[in-house]
């Protein structure tokens, strides 16, 4: 069981825009501390889609976008395309196990 | 650019024992932290350890302690992992990450902002 709690699935038609979401605690997300979003695709190595809560590397589309409120963030993906099917995971930091970096147990997107 | 290359990965019995190794360039590798993330088949990311700079923190999941140990090499730009008394469930996919550092006002944060492919260690017998 992950210390971050995710949806194992979402889906959406091409277009339409769907949002992931990652359920932390008072030790975590609730404590302050930052989420970070990374996008798997199939086969490949996850890749940073997301840090600092809402903040794009250079080089990820601006259809994707991150929010954080108290214990619980979000992922949001406008203008679904059908490259954008992957498994997607939050982390972040869990101050009740040392030096602990934690994620959610991934959100597979289908795209419809 | 970035590149992180992981090696050492394969078959091995329960009970024994294997070395990772992460080749590391195009970036400043004695600066990082460094960590292991592993992925049993067809499972989500499991952060296993992580290595500060210079003095070698380490930090290790509960599920690892004892059993795995994380090492470097800054002269050799180098990652190690260490894993003794192997188990059935230890069998994933081990990718070496860049482990970043961002502090707030509030806090500091640890994430991960380039990963290696990744290589397969299978435990059975």
């Known amino acids: 069981q992950s210390v971050l709690t995710q949806p194992p699935s979402v889906s959406g038609a091409p277009g339409q825009r769907v949002t992931i979401s990652c359920t932390g605690s008072?030790?975590?997300?609730?404590?302050?501390?930052?989420v970070y979003w990374y996008q798997q695709l199939p086969g490949t190595a996850p890749k940073l889609l997301i840090y600092?809560?809402?903040n794009r590397p250079s080089g990820v589309p601006d259809r994707f976008s991150g929010s954080k409120s108290g214990s619980s963030a979000s992922l949001a993906i406008t203008g679904l395309q059908a490259e954008d099917e992957a498994d997607y995971y939050c982390q972040s930091y869990d101050s009740s196990l040392s030096g602990s970096r934690v994620f959610g147990g991934g959100t597979k997107l289908t795209v419809l | 650019e970035v590149q992180l290359l992981e090696s050492g990965g394969g078959l091995v019995q329960p009970g024994g024992s294997l070395r990772l190794s992460c080749a590391a360039s195009?970036?400043?590798?004695?600066?990082?932290?460094m960590s292991w993330v592993r992925q049993a088949p067809g499972k989500g990311l499991e952060w296993v350890s992580v290595i500060g700079t210079s003095y070698g923190t380490t930090y290790y999941a509960d599920s690892v302690k004892g059993r795995f140990t994380i090492s470097r090499d800054n002269s050799k730009n180098t990652l190690y992992l260490q894993m003794d008394s192997l188990r059935a469930e230890d069998t994933a996919v081990y990718y070496c990450?860049?482990?970043?550092?961002?502090?707030?006002?509030?806090?500091?944060?640890?994430?991960?902002?380039?990963w290696g492919p990744g290589i397969l260690v299978t435990v059975s017998s």
């Open positions: 008072s030790s975590n997300i609730g404590a302050g501390y930052d």
């Open positions: 990450v860049s482990d970043r550092l961002s502090c707030s006002s509030v806090r500091c944060n640890f994430y991960f902002d380039y």
């Open positions: 195009g970036f400043t590798f004695s600066s990082y932290s």
């Open positions: 600092n809560n809402n």
